[in-house]
């Protein structure tokens, strides 16, 4: 049987698809439709069908334009690689050659729009005089074109050695001399066409050859041609193949070396300006003597040769790059010299700063010659320079002295005090101690800096420094325990409080995680306050979880217990089976649906209790108070909602008509109509009203009160 509601409801859907330009989808939903239709009257199928024609229409029109699009954009991509190329002063372009092919391949001449079609080739012949190649052939005449009987004679490529005028051909016994007359002229005309292409597509060719010997090997050649006709046809054909053979293998190597040359070329070129475009183009160079066409086509010696010349500018390169980089380092070197050659420490600059900036100096230098080899003489030769450097710097800072010593850590720790001031003042219910948090990590900075470390052990006898990082480490120790403290409060009463029911308290844990792992860093409680913190938050998950796991247990338990229910409860109402939601004469009744879905909050919204589809029209209202009462205590008593994602069965009283907003998705396009995006809009629409007497929708079941 067919089903005409299930029709009806794809039809809706299958619009949107189409006004989505989603083919995809679109084609299964009309094979949906089709087979609901199966078993339908003529006059339930018409309106469905006459609603559907034009959706197939504008699906196969789009499908042509998406694919016709997709290969006109491949083909410009090459045409514009193509104009690149030739434009470079090559002769040959590999990727004007794929646009020929592609322009020519069957999918092209299947999908291609004609009008595109002849674009690109106007595009392709614009493009052919730069080239050294003749204009390509148009592409294949389609099946059932008319075509002319007999040979057409053609100029002799250069090369090519001119075929002699043979004797008419001898039709075979019992043949019909003009059929035999035709089949030699045909397979004559296919080799002499296939000889002409020789010079210039040798793939041509051999397709001509291919059509050649398949001609020769029908039943109707072997029916009208001679033996010796055939023998003589297809030595023919086998000396064209043999030239084909020869003419791909020698413009493969052709392409292959033209590509390598070039790769050539380019490096030398970019020697001067461009060194990591030199290395590029090597790289590239070596890539391709290395794909299975050049190992299987290129000659060894032309494989020997290229790879010399690969080392050559390998050379060249090196020397270009060392050139450069003894240029780049030599002045900071110089500038290095000059600075250690004057006295280093005075009043106006922190000794650490002058020290930092003499580092940074010799870093540039070191990087500068980062690509040179470290055992080349005239890197090793900076190094000594560098060496003499380092001797002075060291003399320099010995001299430094205490003093001086004294003076870096003495302002550290004074800058420390001035960024911390007021931690101890600081007080809070919980854990909100910013100011504690900054002392904790600056002075934890402090005290593990590599300068005072070093500063602390070259001078561990001094009292005025050691006293310093001391009174550092003790007021860290103590901004650290009331940090500590503040975290320690706030865990343990969320960990004895009851867990949150909000979503916001809910992430509590996880936000203290996040914060005690960057307040603690460094101290001896970081690694276990962070654990505890996210111990709580997996605690509570796991609750919600066997909550949740708990609370549908009940709803299934009380879901089986209304479907037992039902069956009496709808028993006992006079109603009847569906309705017809445009019938006027509907209002009043009273119906009886099964296998519906609520879907209010999802197609429509509104202050409303339900919503369904009826064919094509919404039928909204809301639940008789003794259903609505019915339904607030079963969903508090299982602490969960009426699941709206599964079929309920109800019970309804069919009321006047009415507006409810619906849901519609618009797609927004440019002006080349592409899609740039989509956005919701509710819309008021025609509806009918009811009034839900009796409902099954999971664990409530329930009918009107007598």
């Not at 690149?84 to 372009?93: A, N």
């Not at 979503?503 to 101290?523: I, K, Y």
Request: aromatic share 4%.
């Amino acid at each position: 049987m067919g089903d005409i509601e299930k029709a009806r409801r794809e039809i809706r859907y299958a619009r949107s698809s189409a006004d989505d330009r989603r083919w995809d989808q679109l084609e299964p939903r009309i094979k949906t439709i089709e087979t609901a239709l199966e078993g339908c009257s003529d006059a339930e199928k018409a309106p469905v069908l006459a609603e559907l024609a034009p959706m197939r229409e504008k699906m196969i029109a789009g499908i042509r334009e998406e694919k016709s699009g997709a290969i006109e954009r491949e083909i410009k991509r090459n045409l514009s690689a193509a104009a690149s190329e030739l434009s470079s002063g090559y002769t040959e372009s590999p990727a004007l050659e794929k646009s020929i092919k592609r322009l020519a391949s069957a999918e092209a001449q299947e999908w291609l729009l004609p009008d595109v079609a002849a674009k690109l080739q106007a595009e392709i012949a614009a493009l052919q005089p730069k080239s050294g190649k003749p204009a390509p052939a148009p592409p294949p005449r389609p099946e059932g074109a008319k075509r002319v009987e007999g040979p057409t004679p053609a100029p002799t490529p250069a090369g090519a050695t001119p075929s002699t005028p043979s004797a008419p051909a001898k039709p075979a016994p019992g043949g019909d001399p003009d059929r035999t007359r035709s089949i030699e002229n045909d397979i004559v005309r296919t080799l002499k066409f296939a000889t002409d292409d020789l010079a210039n597509s040798p793939e041509r060719t051999g397709q001509g050859v291919e059509r050649a010997k398949t001609r020769l090997d029908s039943d109707d050649a072997k029916q009208h041609l001679a033996p010796e006709t055939i023998q003589r046809l297809r030595a023919q054909a086998d000396e064209l193949q043999t030239k084909v053979d020869a003419a791909k293998l020698a413009e493969g190597i052709g392409r292959i070396e033209e590509r390598v040359s070039r790769h050539l070329q380019q490096a030398e070129s970019d020697l001067s300006h461009n060194q990591r475009g030199t290395a590029d183009m090597l790289r590239h160079a070596r890539e391709r003597l290395e794909m299975e066409d050049a190992k299987k086509l290129l000659p060894a010696g032309t494989v020997a040769k290229f790879r010399g010349e690969i080392a050559r500018i390998e050379g060249l390169l090196a020397s270009a790059g060392k050139q450069t980089a003894l240029e780049n380092a030599e002045p900071i070197l110089k500038e290095l010299e000059e600075r250690v050659d004057q006295p280093l420490f005075d009043d106006s600059r922190p000794a650490y700063q002058v020290i930092g900036d003499l580092d940074g100096l010799k870093s540039r230098v070191r990087g500068a010659l980062s690509e040179v080899p470290a055992d080349d003489k005239d890197v090793k030769a900076i190094e000594k320079r560098i060496a003499a450097v380092d001797a002075k710097i060291a003399t320099a800072t010995a001299a430094l002295g205490r003093e001086q010593a004294h003076s870096v850590v003495a302002r550290s720790w004074e800058l420390e005090e001035e960024a911390i001031a007021g931690w101890e003042d600081e007080t809070s219910k919980e854990y909100e101690l910013p100011k504690t948090a900054v002392a904790v990590r600056r002075l934890t900075w402090f005290v593990k800096d590599k300068e005072i470390e070093r500063l602390r052990t070259e001078f561990k006898k001094d009292k005025e420094i050691q006293s310093i990082i001391t009174r550092a480490e003790t007021t860290l120790e103590k901004a650290t325990a009331k940090l500590h403290a503040g975290f320690e409060a706030v865990m343990k009463a969320l960990e004895k409080g009851a867990r949150p029911t909000n979503r916001l308290d809910l992430e509590q844990p996880s936000r203290l995680c996040g914060q005690a792992g960057g307040d603690f860093e460094g101290t001896k409680h970081a690694k276990a306050n962070v654990a505890r913190a996210k111990a709580l938050g997996d605690r509570w998950q796991k609750e919600i979880e066997a909550d949740r796991a708990a609370r549908q247990a009940k709803y299934d338990e009380l879901s089986a217990v209304a479907a037992k229910a039902w069956p009496a409860i709808v028993a006992s109402i006079k109603a009847d089976d569906g309705f017809d939601p445009l019938d006027a004469r509907s209002k009043g009744k009273t119906v009886r649906l099964t296998g519906i879905r609520n879907r209010i909050g999802w197609d429509f919204s509104g202050a409303l209790d339900f919503a369904m589809w009826v064919g094509e029209t919404p039928v909204v209202g809301n639940y008789e108070k003794g259903v609505l009462a019915a339904v607030n205590a079963v969903c508090e008593k299982v602490g969960l909602p009426l699941d709206d994602h599964t079929d309920w069965d109800v019970v309804l009283t069919i009321g006047g008509p009415g507006k409810i907003k619906q849901r519609f998705n618009v797609i927004v396009r440019d002006r080349s109509n592409m899609e740039i995006g989509k956005i919701e809009e509710w819309r008021p629409v025609e509806c009918v009203q009811c009034t839900v007497i009796a409902l099954r929708a999971g664990p409530a079941a329930v009918g009107p009160k007598k």
